[in-house]
């Protein structure tokens, strides 16, 4: 069931990415729908409430459809806005997963950067009308084979070790684990020459009675255990903007 | 059978898969890297789903570098893609092709040469000129201040 419906997916995006003679548009994207709508009836839970299940169903299904659109689009500049469609569908599946931050953050950096930024190119270097290299993909079968493959693989992997994939309960707030005592001794300057049990990244856990991905943990998470990195990563933007500022083209003296 | 984590995995690796077919067929630079960030929503939406099932922050912690890699990424794509502009005048990544073996063929096959049919013209709204242009003053506007002073706005 699962193998037939990913069939009918690729079979649908098969037949919608551009090519020099193109089937009808409504075709591939009946068995795109079609196959989407098989797979996530096979990703259905019947025990959770039906709120969550429309709302996985709405974003999830809305990031990989808006995706589709995007690979199989025939003008960049619609691509771009598909993209940030899907981007966002990806930040609503963050706030589900409790990763509010994070979904901010892609939200900002994502829909509000990268997509401009790559609107502003398109509107640079586009050429009028439609070009050849839009029209027209390469290999076509060979990629839709070749990603479906990985794809299936992936999927009957994680249908045969569901059993192992549960998400581990959050220790009590009254009796602290071993992992909740560590981070505090962590946090306690006094105390700390003699941690019990020695947690690798003993911060990024969330305190006792806490849930997961509030700012106060991230934020403690990322400027505990990973201060050097956050370090590194504002020197590698600095880089980067240099790097780009040298790289782009310059325009004639005087202008 | 299915459980809750496994299905947010099911749909980070379709976002991958669907961000790999973009990279592997489109041949316009802005869509390849469009696919590249697609897929790095797949990785990123699987770090977030094991964070959660871990009940830690790391998974969360490596989604924000990944982001700033991204960020950084993206300028230096853009930059390298407006500098093959200038050289090209073309977004084709075929064009840039050069360092395959020298033996192989061009990637496309021949039927893709045919000349690519124009889109049909778009009627576009127009709008009727209304009311009469606004005139505005040439000269600057004299101020008369108390005193003898005056200034120029």
Known sequence: ?????????????????????????????????????????CLRIPES???NELLFWLFGGGALFFGVLMVT??????????????TLSTCCLFLQQSAPYLAAATIIVYAGAIVVTFVFVIMLAQQAGATAYDQRSRQPGLAVVAAFVLLGAILTVLNQSSSKLIAVTPPPASAPSSDVAAAEEAD???????????????????????????????????????????????????????????????????? | MTGDIERYLAVAAGLFAIGAIGF????????LFLSVELMMHGVGLTFVTFSRMHFTLE?????VFSLTVAACEAGLALALILALFHISRSLDVELWSDLREPDLSIPISPSDLDP??????????????????PVFPRKPVVIKTSGSMSRKV
């Not at chain 1, 193998?3 to 795109?32: C, D, E, H, K, Y």
């Not at chain 1, 689009?73 to 899907?86: E, H, N, Q, S, T």
């Open chain 1, 1 to 41: 069931m699962t193998l037939f419906t990913l069939a009918l997916v690729a079979i649908g995006i098969w037949l919608q990415i551009p090519r020099s003679r193109n089937w009808p548009r409504w075709i591939g994207m009946t068995a795109v729908i079609l196959g989407g709508i098989g797979q996530f009836l």
């Open chain 2, 59 to 63: 998974g969360q912690a490596m989604t």
């Open chain 1, 73 to 86: 689009g025939r003008k960049p500049v619609y691509c771009a806005l598909w993209f940030a469609m899907a």
């Open chain 2, 116 to 133: 690519v049919t124009p889109p049909e013209e778009q009627e576009f709204p127009k709008l009727t000129p209304a009311g009469r242009a």
């Open chain 1, 188 to 255: 306690a300057p006094a105390e700390s020459d003699k941690p019990a049990v020695e947690v690798a990244n003993s911060l990024s856990h969330p305190r006792p009675g806490e849930s997961l991905g509030t700012l106060h943990g991230t934020g403690r998470s990322l400027f505990g255990d990973y201060l050097y990195a956050v370090e590194l990563a504002g020197t590698l933007l600095l880089i980067a903007s240099v790097g780009a500022i040298v790289i782009a083209p310059r325009r004639g003296q005087g202008t």
């Open chain 1, 49 to 51: 409430p039906l709120v």
């Open chain 2, 24 to 31: 592997l067929t489109r041949r316009n630079l802005i869509l």
